[in-house]
Nanobody, 123 residues
Framework: QLQASGGGLVQPGGSLRLSCAAPGISGAYAIGWFRQAPGKEREWVSCISRSGASTDYADSVKGRFTISRDNANNAVNLQVNSLKSEDTAVYYC???????????????????WGQGTLVTVSS
């Protein structure tokens, strides 16, 4: 079961580190991060391949967010910097089926979902 954490209230320009943890996640699954703002559809944010060698980002977060694997702690982290009010959302992590080791850019690419963690960017 995936567990997302690290959300909170932060001022514009601030940073957070979101974490997605689950037993056995280390090196086993391609992981994606999504977010859902109030009244909007869930959107893809970033992904990392099973090996960690490949990552991808939505244009809206490119250069500000960094995804990485923390195999020692069975986690995948999303460092979110230079936060903007439009980044306010519930952030979710998800895992692909084991046989798909590459990044997925669509909701339907993922079958295992964790509960979300709320990020609020406000002054």
């Amino acid at each position: 079961q995936l567990q997302a954490s690290g959300g909170g209230l932060v001022q514009p320009g601030g940073s957070l580190r979101l974490s997605c943890a689950a037993p056995g996640i280390s090196g086993a699954y391609a992981i994606g991060w999504f977010r859902q703002a109030p009244g909007k559809e869930r959107e893809w944010v970033s992904c990392i391949s099973r090996s960690g060698a490949s990552t991808d980002y939505a244009d809206s977060v490119k250069g500000r967010f960094t995804i990485s694997r923390d195999n020692a702690n069975n986690a995948v982290n999303l460092q979110v910097n230079s936060l903007k009010s439009e980044d306010t959302a519930v952030y979710y992590c998800a895992a692909r089926l084991f046989r798909y080791g590459g990044c997925g850019l669509r909701l339907n690419d993922y079958v295992y979902w964790g509960q979300g963690t709320l990020v609020t960017v406000s002054s």
